[in-house]
């Protein structure tokens, strides 16, 4: 196997445990590597660091897939897939292999009942796509695989953007039943791999608060928390969505389910400006990463601030705010900073009921906080 070294001793994370070693810490021994090279890394004084796949056109490259000297090849895959699959709750809706989370960087699979989704996400892991293929095939029998490569991270490692099904005929939409609602979805396009899966618990979680409330969804997508809130009985339920797509996709899914919730096509923000005298009792919101790097992490904590005291403004008293944050940037830490400063500024007292994470198919590696990218909390306004 070959080997690569640090350039230097000083600290950086690959040294106290995280996955990834930077093209500029890497003294590359002279070597021509290729994409998908399977690389031990060694720290200065030659001790092994472990085995990684190989990027030579990404900032990130190498990534850790085993503690131990192991080549990425066929038996590895087959092995660590089948761990992945044995460590998930059954079920027919989850994420199957979480990338790094899963000692397969660069790697993402979903489970929507008989299909499956997948993404790839590095030149490292591109090279094993056949293969990932086969091992779907043989071991989870899908009806269909569809690669959706069209991320935007792609180009990073010089991978084009693609979609593509496993038969080769196009992926038709269709419905899929999700906690107990039916969701038209297409699978081939729209955003992340079709269904905001990450999402599914605590549409539920949070429709436990909802009977006999007035709803306000905000960032409702195609309906997740809004549809689950209607279901457990809410007053009324509110839908925003800035996208003309899903808001039409929620209101078609509202129907098919005999749910009563309106649905509506405009940004938050301006939402929020132009209603400042509704009140409701129970307000979701879920927004996009705001802090896609770190110069843009300024604006995406003014951005979050701004959201959440608009919205503890228009709670009734003893209202409830279910509010997220997707960016892998903030932590659970600066979140709940975050959400302390729009209470002080919308002087409201407010209780934290639940601090919200990940489910337990989307895990969380302990030394990669870039796996811990979903916090949230519920709270309850006085
Ligand atoms: N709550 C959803 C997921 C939300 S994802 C679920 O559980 O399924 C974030 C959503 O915010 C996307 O649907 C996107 O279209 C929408 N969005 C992005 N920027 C927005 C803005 N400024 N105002 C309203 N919606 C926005």
Same mark, same amino acid.
């Given at each position: 196997?070959?080997?690569?070294?640090?350039?230097?001793?000083?600290?950086?994370?690959?040294?106290?445990?995280?996955?990834?070693?930077?093209?500029?810490?890497?003294?590359?021994?002279?070597?021509?590597?290729?994409?998908?090279?399977?690389?031990?890394?060694?720290?200065?004084?030659?001790?092994?660091?472990?085995?990684?796949?190989?990027?030579? $056109?990404?900032?990130?490259?190498?990534?850790?897939?085993?503690?131990?000297?192991?080549?990425?090849?066929?038996?590895?895959?087959?092995?660590?897939?089948?761990?992945?699959?044995?460590?998930?709750?059954?079920?027919?809706?989850?994420?199957?292999?979480?990338?790094?989370?899963?000692?397969?960087?660069?790697?993402?699979?979903?489970?929507?009942?008989?299909?499956?989704?997948?993404?790839?996400?590095?030149?490292?892991?591109?090279?094993?796509?056949?293969?990932?293929?086969?091992?779907?095939?043989?071991?989870?029998?899908?009806?269909?695989?569809?690669?959706?490569?069209?991320?935007?991270? $792609?180009?990073?490692?010089?991978?084009?953007?693609?979609?593509?099904?496993?038969?080769?005929?196009?992926?038709?939409?269709?419905? +899929?039943?999700?906690?107990?609602?039916?969701?038209?979805?297409?699978?081939?396009?729209?955003?992340?791999?079709?269904?905001?899966?990450?999402?599914?618990?605590?549409?539920?979680?949070?429709?436990?608060?909802?009977?006999?409330?007035?709803?306000?969804?905000?960032?409702?997508?195609?309906?997740?928390?809004?549809?689950?809130?209607?279901?457990?009985?809410?007053?009324?339920?509110?839908?925003?969505?800035?996208?003309?797509?899903?808001?039409?996709?929620?209101?078609?899914?509202?129907?098919?389910?005999?749910?009563?919730?309106? +649905?509506?096509?405009?940004?938050?923000?301006?939402?929020?400006?132009?209603?400042?005298?509704?009140?409701?009792?129970?307000?979701?919101?879920?927004?996009?990463?705001?802090?896609?790097?770190?110069?843009?992490?300024?604006?995406?904590?003014?951005?979050?601030?701004?959201?959440?005291?608009?919205?503890?403004?228009?709670?009734?008293?003893?209202?409830?705010?279910?509010?997220?944050?997707?960016?892998?940037?903030?932590?659970?830490?600066?979140?709940?900073?975050?959400?302390?400063?729009?209470?002080?500024?919308?002087?409201?007292?407010?209780?934290?009921?639940?601090?919200?994470?990940?489910?337990?198919?989307?895990?969380?590696?302990?030394?990669?906080?870039?796996?811990?990218?979903?916090?949230?909390?519920?709270?309850?306004?006085?």
């Amino acid at each position: 196997m070959k080997f690569v070294r640090l350039k230097s001793s000083r600290p950086c994370r690959v040294l106290s445990g995280h996955p990834w070693a930077f093209a500029g810490e890497i003294d590359r021994q002279n070597q021509k590597l290729e994409d998908g090279d399977c690389v031990e890394l060694r720290d200065v004084r030659g001790r092994s660091l472990g085995s990684g796949l190989w990027s030579n $056109r990404s900032q990130i490259a190498w990534r850790r897939y085993a503690r131990e000297m192991r080549l990425f090849d066929r038996k590895f895959l087959r092995e660590a897939l089948s761990s992945a699959v044995s460590r998930r709750s059954p079920g027919q809706y989850r994420r199957l292999v979480w990338s790094e989370a899963d000692h397969l960087p660069g790697l993402v699979v979903d489970q929507f009942d008989r299909a499956i989704v997948v993404q790839v996400l590095t030149a490292g892991m591109a090279c094993a796509q056949n293969e990932i293929a086969l091992w779907l095939k043989d071991n989870l029998s899908p009806r269909e695989i569809i690669f959706r490569n069209d991320a935007a991270s $792609r180009q990073y490692d010089g991978l084009e953007l693609e979609v593509h099904t496993e038969s080769g005929d196009p992926f038709v939409p269709d419905w +899929f039943n999700i906690e107990g609602v039916e969701y038209f979805l297409d699978l081939s396009g729209g955003q992340k791999t079709g269904f905001y899966l990450d999402q599914r618990e605590q549409h539920l979680q949070v429709a436990k608060y909802a009977h006999g409330r007035r709803a306000l969804d905000g960032f409702c997508n195609q309906g997740g928390f809004s549809l689950q809130m209607a279901r457990a009985g809410a007053a009324s339920v509110e839908g925003i969505d800035s996208s003309e797509e899903c808001v039409t996709a929620a209101a078609r899914n509202a129907e098919r389910n005999k749910l009563a919730a309106k +649905f509506t096509r405009a940004n938050m923000f301006d939402w929020f400006t132009e209603n400042r005298t509704q009140k409701f009792d129970l307000i979701v919101l879920d927004p996009p990463p705001f802090a896609k790097n770190k110069e843009a992490m300024a604006g995406a904590m003014r951005g979050y601030k701004e959201l959440n005291l608009r919205a503890l403004r228009l709670l009734n008293p003893g209202g409830i705010l279910a509010t997220y944050s997707c960016s892998q940037r903030v932590s659970t830490s600066d979140f709940l900073a975050m959400l302390g400063d729009a209470a002080a500024d919308a002087k409201r007292e407010a209780r934290v009921l639940e601090i919200t994470g990940q489910p337990s198919d989307h895990p969380v590696l302990l030394n990669f906080p870039e796996s811990h990218y979903l916090k949230g909390a519920i709270l309850q306004a006085e």
